[in-house]
């Protein structure tokens, strides 16, 4: 990794990290119900019917609204388990129940169904620090999506999920960093 990169990429993380920190409740709702109105816009317009989304951490935009109306809706929906290979597997989550994965953040509980699950998904919904002006999205720095999304030979669409103060003009790019078709904001939906 280069250096400058990564160094830059930690100063950005942290700083977005404080942001989110500092967000109010009232924020945080009102963000969540924007969210969910945009991603509810997204699956009707793909006409999607199988979807892959995260479970939100504290912190982070809150998907757990839209995945309720998802469940609601029939679509079926894959969620992510990470593994300490640096692969996620997918479980469709049939237990309702959440543990603590191995990077710290909800996971569903369910049968896994191996890396290769994602493949049969009509879009998929990614969690991102940060997403620039091109479509470049990065994450944490545990490299789960970029190695998922990187090795799919047929992927269907992208979505990132961030706060609007996180769609930026640029975000420091390593060779392994993956693109994503489009990112979804409490106030807008952007398509690369």
Known sequence: MDSSVGHRKRALRAELRERR??????????????????????VLDLSARS????LSG??????RPFLNWAEAEGLRVLFPVSREDGLLDWT??????????????PEAVGTLL?????????LIIVPAAAVDATGLRMGWGRGYYDKTLG???KCPPV????????????????????????LVTPTRIIAF
């Open 58 to 63: 504290q912190n982070e935009p809150n998907t």
């Open 159 to 182: 979505y990132a999920v961030v706060y609007d103060s996180e769609f930026v003009d640029e975000v420091p790019r390593e060779v392994h960093d993956q693109p994503v078709n489009g």
């Open 151 to 153: 090795s799919m030979e």
């Open 92 to 105: 469709v989550g049939e237990s309702q129940e959440e543990f603590e994965g191995v990077a710290g953040m």
């Open 51 to 54: 979807i892959s989304c995260y």
């Open 114 to 122: 191996g890396p290769i699950a994602i493949n049969d998904v009509d």
């Open 21 to 42: 920190q500092n967000l109010t409740s009232s924020e945080r709702e009102a963000a969540a119900a924007g969210l969910t109105q945009n991603l509810q816009s997204i």
